[in-house]
Each structure stands twice: as C-alpha cells, then as structure tokens.
C-alpha cells in the first residue's frame, strides 16, 4: 500500500506542476499585455492637436515682407559708383538701384495724388537749388511709376545729399511720410551724376555716373 502511495507521488506532483504552469501562462501573457500597453499612446483628441497653422502662416508671411537686398556695390559709407570702376561693381549697382525701387509686400500701394502734391511742392525748392547754367531749360520735378519714385531733375547741384536737402530739410517731409504713402526712392539727377535716395533707410543712397542732356 505504501509502495502504491510512493508510486502515485510522483504523477500527483507533476500533475501539480501542470496545473501550475497553465495558471501561469494567463498571468505571464496578461503581465505581457499590460506591459505593452503604455508604450502605445492614445490617439489625440481635436483640443490636444496643437494648431500649428497660423504660425506657419505668419512665418511665410514675413519671410515673403523680408526680401533680400542684392550686394551693395560699394560699402557705406561711400556713395558714388564711377565710370571708372570695375563693370562687375558697375553691373552690381544696376541691380543695387533696380531693389531701391521695387515695392515689397508690406510697402503702402503708390499713391499718385500725393506723389503729385509733393511733386508741386518741391518744384521750386530744387529750381533754388540748381547751380547750373542751363536749369531754365533742364530743372524739373517728375512722379515715376505711379509716385513710386520722385525725380529731382537738375542741371548742376546733385549729389548724395540733395535728396535729402531738398525733401527732409526745405519741404520739411520725413523719409517714413514718403514710405506710408508708397513712395520708395527720390532721385536727383543733373548733367555728371544721378543719386537714389533710399526713403525706407535714410542712410541708404547710391549715385552713379549718369549725365543727362534734356
């Protein structure tokens, strides 16, 4: 009887064991899920999505205002580009000359009727200014490209400070008036030399060997 009980151990343990490992396996892949689960994040709802979108709309919007100059021919704070110079810094001030006058897309539109009032008002104040021989017949006031750019046309008398002489100093007009009324560039020019007038940067000006005859 002894012998039958000493020989029935052995199945009972392992039957035990069995048991045992199928009580575990549910506990081992339980453990396993509930361990895989946090790695997963939930999907986002709509007010946890972050809205990205004006942002880059802005972003877009001021890269597009922040249009690069070209390369300035000639470092400030020089001001004239000569015949005699290079062609490669002449071809440089060209281009210079061309974004001085380009309106970005946060200039004020051109407004032609103020062009025209400044214009009248600066008439005789660059006629006072002219010391050349022959300004009856070449001295004039001209509104380009739709006020964009007011020409000082002058038989003597222009260099890098007319511009500034003529409309800051005599009309008594600041630069920032003539930029809120679309207005980018003034522009003296006489029988040696013409001279462009940045009025977004005041300390921006550009003359070149320009002589005109009419």
Same mark, same amino acid.
């Given at each position: 009887? @002894?012998?039958?009980?000493?020989?029935?151990?052995?199945? &009972?343990?392992?039957?035990?064991?069995?048991? #045992?490992?199928?009580?575990?396996?549910?506990?081992? @892949? %339980?453990? !396993?899920?509930?361990?895989?689960?946090?790695?997963?994040?939930?999907?986002?709802?709509?007010? !946890?999505?972050?809205?990205?979108?004006?942002?880059?709309?802005?972003?877009? @919007?001021?890269?597009?205002?922040?249009?690069?100059?070209?390369?300035?021919? &000639?470092? /400030?704070?020089?001001?004239?580009? =000569?015949?005699?110079?290079?062609?490669?810094?002449?071809?440089? %001030?060209?281009?210079?000359?061309?974004?001085?006058? %380009?309106?970005?897309?946060?200039?004020?539109?051109?407004?032609?009727?103020? !062009? =025209?009032?400044?214009?009248?008002?600066?008439?005789? &104040?660059?006629?006072?200014?002219?010391? +050349?021989?022959?300004?009856? *017949?070449?001295? /004039?006031?001209?509104?380009?490209?739709? +006020?964009?750019?007011?020409?000082?046309?002058?038989?003597?008398?222009?260099?890098?400070?007319?511009?500034?002489?003529?409309?800051?100093?005599?009309? =008594?007009?600041?630069?920032?008036?003539?930029?809120?009324?679309?207005?980018?560039?003034?522009?003296?020019?006489?029988? *040696?030399?013409?001279?462009?007038?940045?009025?977004? #940067?005041?300390?921006?000006?550009l003359c070149t060997t320009a002589p005109r005859h009419k």
């Open positions: 009887m @002894a012998s039958r009980a000493c020989a029935a151990l052995p199945l &009972i343990l392992l039957a035990s064991a069995a048991c #045992d490992n199928k009580q575990e396996a549910p506990s081992q @892949a %339980a453990s !396993a899920s509930a361990s895989a689960a946090p790695s997963e994040s939930p999907a986002p709802t709509a007010s !946890a999505i972050p809205t990205t979108a004006p942002v880059e709309a802005g972003a877009a @919007a001021a890269s597009a205002s922040a249009i690069p100059k070209p390369e300035r021919p &000639i470092p /400030r704070p020089q001001t004239t580009v =000569g015949s005699g110079m290079p062609i490669e810094v002449q071809q440089k %001030a060209i281009s210079y000359m061309a974004a001085m006058r %380009a309106p970005h897309p946060d200039d004020a539109n051109a407004d032609p009727t103020y !062009a =025209g009032e400044l214009a009248n008002k600066l008439k005789p &104040i660059v006629l006072s200014i002219d010391n +050349g021989a022959d300004k009856a *017949r070449l001295n /004039r006031v001209e509104v380009v490209a739709s +006020g964009r750019q007011i020409d000082l046309l002058m038989a003597g008398g222009c260099d890098d400070k007319t511009p500034t002489r003529a409309v800051v100093q005599r009309a =008594g007009v600041p630069f920032a008036q003539l930029v809120s009324h679309g207005v980018l560039v003034v522009r003296c020019n006489d029988a *040696r030399i013409q001279c462009l007038q940045s009025t977004r #940067d005041p300390d921006d000006v």
